[in-house]
């Protein structure tokens, strides 16, 4: 197709011509220019008054207008030391920006400018120091220079990276189709977790079913960036509700609990108070409520796991009026009510109010990852409420998303500067290069496979390989940082591979990555579960939700939702956790097929199973016996687990 780029398997993407910003990045950094422009000339006056003879403001006021043209400005007008505190503020102040890029709190770079400004004011005694005024001009213009050589550098390398990707994309794109095709997708009716893959299901069981609002066996580090505990609690929800959905959809039992424990943990304090504080020291007012502003790292990342969960068990407590109570204070009784529909309302506004349509997580920093989780979520809503509100942001999303975040090249930037557009700000950094494609080839297969197919290609061509079924990185494992608690460990880094390659069905990257695992992290000591130690609780779950995740399955939990009968038929409500372990759980709408396994000693155990016809009999794997449901159609079962154990409920006669 002209102007597009083939994918193979019928996706295009359309062509960009080289470029660094979008036309409303583009405008933000013209902003910036022009409002610093503004600062300097407003600075300039009370010296300008004194040269010409007009008025004669003081040393004070004129150190002070000096300091509106860099931070430590003012240090320069002093001479000598002054001069040496003035370029030591100015890399004090590097180190402040990437604070509030990682935080948020944008008053840290905002104290390394004033709080010196007010100093010099103090120490002034005379007129400035010439030299010092020739060094803050050649600085500041210096500035704006640095950021157009670099632009005009970035064009440079993107149309050359543009022109190779032209010919190595296409054809990488094309290989995964073949592979694809290798290791077609199972059938929905047989799929079955193997032991190892409920060895690893254990793992976020056994963090799930606590008490809500406990975080036993959690990482806890930080509650801004990777380790925050929003992260950890979703990504449980994710797993658990591909699991569901994959392999379970007719088990509900402690499956639901432990996705509604992860659900309602994100109300309480430790995970949601950190919110006021960053909305305070960047935005500089007192907002409490973590849903009601930005904040698309709570409202986006957590809305799949509320709206996943009402389709795949037919529970709608979240889509009720005020039904989650966010609590941001430890000893106060403050709560905010929120539900399903809040926080669609929320991100719609926000779609509607940002002039990017994505809206930022921290304060002024907007993380394209964080906004496609949260189209994500609006498509489960939109199917069981009727509504369209995935369908009418769509469109602008996706001109958004490739005009301001994807450069001609493809690249999709982690991030991006909201309120100032500056472009090394925006640049997409190598450190988060390669998880920032894994996730996108992993979450925006739900609704753009050509973008999700784009990303892994360019993951796969030119950042990772197998060499005798291992995964091969472009660079070395020892440099790898575990984003889930900020140590050396390639476990993350597996991790994303893992889950990246299952969507886009690599069947044979993701074993890779999981025996690659196995190589490099060491295992717990554990019989009964599987997880790694000194990996970070993301990247465990991570890990073993890669097990049991297998091409387009995030695609159809999200797209598709649940299989017939996931609702409607006879399932599987009740029992004991560890002691039976699900495998399987299938219903045609008559009967219930389930593959258990013991999780302690071999013995008999009990269950229940609803929605069965009231008062009819059934037998268990065709046997004499007859089994009769109760008046509400439950019945109770004896079932001995040793092992494998298949368990057929059909309906008597048919």
């Not at 809503?381 to 602008?396: I, K, V």
Request: hydrophobic share 45%; net charge neutral.
């Amino acid at each position: 197709m002209a102007g597009q780029l083939s994918l193979g398997n019928g996706l295009h993407l359309p062509q960009k011509s080289p470029g660094t910003t979008g036309p409303v990045t583009r405008g933000l950094r013209q902003r910036t220019i022009r409002f610093h422009a503004a600062l300097c000339a407003i600075g300039l006056f009370p010296t300008v008054l004194r040269l010409t003879g007009v008025a004669d403001a003081g040393p004070s006021a004129e150190v002070l207008g000096w300091s509106l043209w860099a931070p430590g400005a003012g240090y320069a007008m002093l001479g000598g030391w002054g001069i040496a505190a003035f370029i030591a503020n100015l890399l004090l102040f590097r180190l402040a920006v990437f604070i509030w890029m990682m935080s948020g709190f944008m008053i840290v770079p905002l104290l390394v400018w004033i709080a010196p400004s007010l100093l010099a004011v103090g120490l002034a005694d005379g007129p400035p120091d010439g030299l010092g005024q020739g060094i803050v001009v050649l600085s500041a213009l210096g500035f704006w220079a640095l950021q157009e050589v670099q632009r005009r550098r970035d064009v440079t390398q993107i149309a050359l990276r543009k022109k190779e990707r032209e010919r190595s994309v296409p054809a990488m794109a094309q290989q995964l189709d073949a592979w694809s095709l290798q290791s077609p997708r199972p059938d929905a009716a047989h799929r079955e977790l193997d032991p190892e893959s409920l060895q690893a299901a254990r793992y976020l069981f056994d963090l799930a079913l606590q008490p809500v609002g406990s975080f036993d066996g959690f990482t806890r580090i930080d509650n801004i960036q990777g380790a925050a505990l929003r992260y950890q609690l979703n990504w449980i929800s994710y797993g658990l509700a591909q699991l569901q959905h994959a392999y379970t959809p007719n088990f509900h039992g402690y499956l639901n609990v432990a996705q509604r424990y992860a659900i309602e943990s994100l109300t309480a304090p430790e995970v949601c108070s950190y919110w006021k504080w960053q909305y305070a020291a960047s935005k500089f007012q007192w907002e409490p409520d973590p849903i009601a502003t930005d904040n698309v790292m709570l409202t986006g990342w957590s809305l799949p796991a509320l709206t996943v969960y009402a389709a795949n068990t037919g529970d709608l407590r979240y889509q009720q009026d005020g039904a989650l109570k966010f609590r941001p204070f430890a000893n106060k009784d403050a709560v905010f009510a929120h539900d399903a529909g809040s926080f669609v309302r929320v991100i719609n506004r926000n779609f509607d109010a940002n002039a990017l349509c994505l809206y930022p997580c921290e304060p002024f920093w907007t993380f394209p990852i964080c906004n496609i989780f949260a189209m994500c979520g609006l498509m489960p809503y939109d199917r069981l409420n009727g509504t369209e509100h995935f369908e009418s942001s769509y469109a602008l999303f996706m001109q958004r998303l490739d005009e301001e975040f994807t450069a001609a090249d493809w690249e999709i930037s982690a991030l991006t500067s909201s309120l100032t557009g500056l472009h090394r700000f925006s640049r997409t950094n190598p450190i988060l290069q390669q998880p920032t494609r894994a996730v996108i080839s992993y979450i925006a297969n739900a609704f753009n496979p050509a973008v999700a197919r784009r990303s892994y290609a360019l993951l796969r061509d030119e950042m990772i390989s197998l060499k005798d079924g291992r995964v091969e990185l472009s660079t070395p494992w020892a440099k790898e940082i575990d984003l889930g608690n900020y140590r050396k460990s390639p476990a993350y880094t597996l991790a994303g591979i893992a889950q990246a390659a299952a969507e886009q069905g690599d069947e044979e990257m993701r074993v890779a990555a999981l025996a690659t695992a196995d190589d490099l992290l060491e295992r717990e000591a554990s019989d009964d579960r599987l997880s790694y130690q000194k990996a970070s609780n993301s990247a465990n779950v991570k890990l073993a939700a890669a097990r049991w995740s297998r091409r387009n399955d995030w695609r159809d939990v999200i797209a598709n939702g649940p299989r017939p009968h996931a609702v409607t038929g006879p399932k599987l409500t009740n029992c004991s956790y560890p002691d039976v372990l699900v495998g399987k759980a299938v219903s045609d709408g008559k009967g219930l097929n389930l593959v258990l396994y013991n999780g302690a000693a071999p013995g008999p155990q009990r269950l229940t199973i609803e929605n069965l016809v009231p008062s009819a009999s059934y037998r268990v794997n065709d046997g004499a016996e007859l089994h009769r449901a109760d008046e509400s159609g439950h019945l109770l079962l004896s079932i001995p687990l040793d092992g494998r154990t298949p368990v057929l409920i059909s309906r008597a006669g048919g």
